[in-house]
């Protein structure tokens, strides 16, 4: 509860004991390198976007990267800030066959002042949270996009965000999506999206790191 408490009526003041923190990231070094790799790699006019930020480590990562090399991206972050959708959630016990209550509560504790207040002390410029839900975003408003990000761990978050990426896409933009790797049983619903998604638009499946799915625009 004093956890809660203090998030909610000092953000700023919680998010400065983080780098205490032993490792604060959701992605392992190497992963994290890739990641900088593909984003520093893309060209095409249009905005960076993290789809499923949590608390935003990768995200202050990613900006530093662009930050360093002088590239003047706009950045989005967009979560739903409380974790997973009912819908994400009931599709995966009933549908994907999960065990009831498995992912329940799971990043739920968050809120996007939280991540505002972190972006603001750090001095980032050109960064924008959004809450929302990635599988009904509207991502027309922040197109062209030049580099996604997916990390929403699920099927259905997956597949319908990556449905609605696409179209808005810069030529020469990269998506990568996370946990795709078909031998982890607890997210495989993010590689069995990505691979779905891959075969019905025919794009060439592309897995490094051993679980950052790669899609070129």
């Known amino acids: 509860m004093a956890y809660r408490l203090a998030h909610r009526f000092a953000p700023a003041l919680v998010f400065r004991r983080h780098p205490f923190v032993r490792y604060p990231y959701m992605n392992s070094p190497s992963e994290l390198l890739e990641l900088t790799k593909q984003l520093l790699s893309v060209h095409a006019p249009g905005s960076a976007v993290e ?22 991206r706009d950045y989005v972050c967009i979560d739903t800030f409380s974790g997973f959708t009912r819908e994400d959630l009931e599709f995966e016990y009933e549908a994907r066959e999960k065990a009831p209550g498995l992912y329940d509560g799971l990043f739920s504790i968050n809120d996007p002042e939280w991540l505002k207040a972190a972006i603001s002390h750090a001095g980032y410029p050109n960064v924008s949270v959004l809450k929302a839900d990635a599988a009904t975003f509207d991502y027309r408003t922040i197109g062209p996009i030049a580099f996604a990000f997916v990390d929403l761990d699920l099927y259905r978050p997956v597949r319908a965000s990556l449905e609605r990426i696409l179209p808005n896409m810069a030529p020469g933009g990269v998506i990568v999506v996370d946990d795709c790797n078909s031998t982890d049983t607890l997210w495989d619903g ?12 025919n794009i060439e499946s592309e897995i490094v790191c051993q679980q950052l799915g790669i899609i070129r625009t």
Do not use: D, K, M, P
């Not at 930020?53 to 002088?70: D, K, M, S, Y």
């Not at 993010?190 to 638009?201: G, K, N, P, W």
């Open 51 to 72: 789809v499923g930020c949590n608390q935003g480590w990768t995200t202050c990562f990613l900006v530093e990267a662009l930050i360093e090399r002088g590239l003047n």
């Open 190 to 201: 993010a590689f069995h999206a990505y691979s779905e998604v891959c075969r019905e638009h």
